[in-house]
């Protein structure tokens, strides 16, 4: 397409303290192979780091880069705020830690051109800076980690049902009244559900692809997978029909190992093959995923593993139906339109 027939895109971008990679996920933007008009948008939360500040430094240095508060500090509210700001009929999302291929928007723009699609997106390819975030990338990107999840361990292009982060036809977002500010976690998946449900195509291509960057230790990495599985859980509330047995492995291994566990201390040690069959099986499924990573890396997996399986299905089995009552009372997301 000629540059001068290229849409104009609005990237957004939801943040809170993120001084550690805001400064080169916005790099990573401007510095983007597209050809046409682009802007970025970062709704700033209230961060107790220099992220306001360097924020402050990005404007100033370039006249494409905006900001918006978001008082709240929640995700959802952050991503409405910055579309509302926004003016261009494509809209990219991209978080503070994320850090866009330099040819990511000219192939997402293509995608949504060839496929017809409301949303695409692609890989979230973790990358770890450290030998604890090495072991998470390795786990989050491994079918023993997450299952099948493409956006995770890659695939075939295809439709789906979700995808890392999308970048929108502006029409879709706004048809669907944006993001549903009552899910603090598990917006994606919710908004992309209705835009399905709606009739709308998500398309998954292995040609985008988004460097992620994962949680610096193993209290983050479990509060962050303890808030998935419990707000995975309030989608499957409020969308009947939403959930499979991907989604129910974590909380089926939960209950079955601490079965197991009170089983093997109060009447017989074969109530221990449960929890020792599952160690086993993260330590020999971390062999073929940390292939090529420092000894140090690789023997925390099978640690990286655990902690995001037991706390996905832990979020998940103490989820309360209050969260859900909270969703179904303010069901309609507000309007994003202008």
Do not use: C
């Amino acid at each position: 397409m000629p540059p001068h027939q290229l849409p104009a895109v609005s990237v957004i971008m939801p943040v809170l303290n993120e001084e550690r990679h805001l400064r080169n996920a916005v790099r990573h933007i401007l510095e983007q192979e597209y050809a046409g008009e682009m802007e970025v948008v970062i709704a700033l939360g209230p961060s107790t780091d220099r992220t306001d500040e360097i924020a402050a430094e990005l404007v100033a240095e370039d006249a494409r880069v905006h900001t918006v508060p978001n008082p709240t500090g929640r995700t959802p509210a952050a991503l409405n705020a910055a579309i509302k700001a926004s003016r261009h009929p494509v809209v990219v999302r991209v978080d503070g830690h994320g850090m866009l291929s330099p040819d990511y928007i000219a192939t997402a723009v293509r995608l949504l051109e060839e496929t017809g699609a409301q949303n695409v997106g692609g890989l979230m390819y973790a990358e770890g800076e450290n030998d604890w975030e090495k072991a998470v990338a390795a786990a989050m990107t491994s079918k023993i980690g997450v299952g099948n999840a493409a956006f995770h361990t890659g695939g075939a292009a295809a439709p789906a049902e979700t995808v890392y982060l999308g970048v929108f036809r502006r029409e879709a977002l706004e048809r669907q009244g944006g993001y549903n500010e009552e899910f603090i976690r598990a917006q994606d998946w919710e908004l992309n559900f209705r835009i399905r449900e709606a009739g709308g195509l998500i398309w998954f291509s292995p040609e985008l692809k988004v460097s992620y960057r994962p949680r610096p230790n193993v209290r983050a990495l479990a509060k962050q997978y303890k808030d998935y599985g419990r707000w995975r859980h309030v989608v499957a509330r409020f969308h009947q029909g939403s959930i499979n047995l991907r989604y129910l492995a974590p909380p089926t291994a939960v209950v079955a190992i601490a079965a197991g566990l009170v089983v093997g201390a109060a009447v017989t040690p074969w109530g221990l093959v449960v929890p020792g069959g599952y160690l086993a099986a993260i330590v020999a499924g971390s062999i073929p995923a940390g292939k090529g990573l420092p000894v140090k890396a690789r023997l925390q997996i099978p640690l990286a593993l655990a902690t995001m399986h037991m706390s996905w299905g832990w979020g998940f089995l103490t989820s309360p139906r209050s969260l859900a009552k909270k969703v179904i009372a303010s069901r309609r997301p507000a309007v994003m339109a202008p």
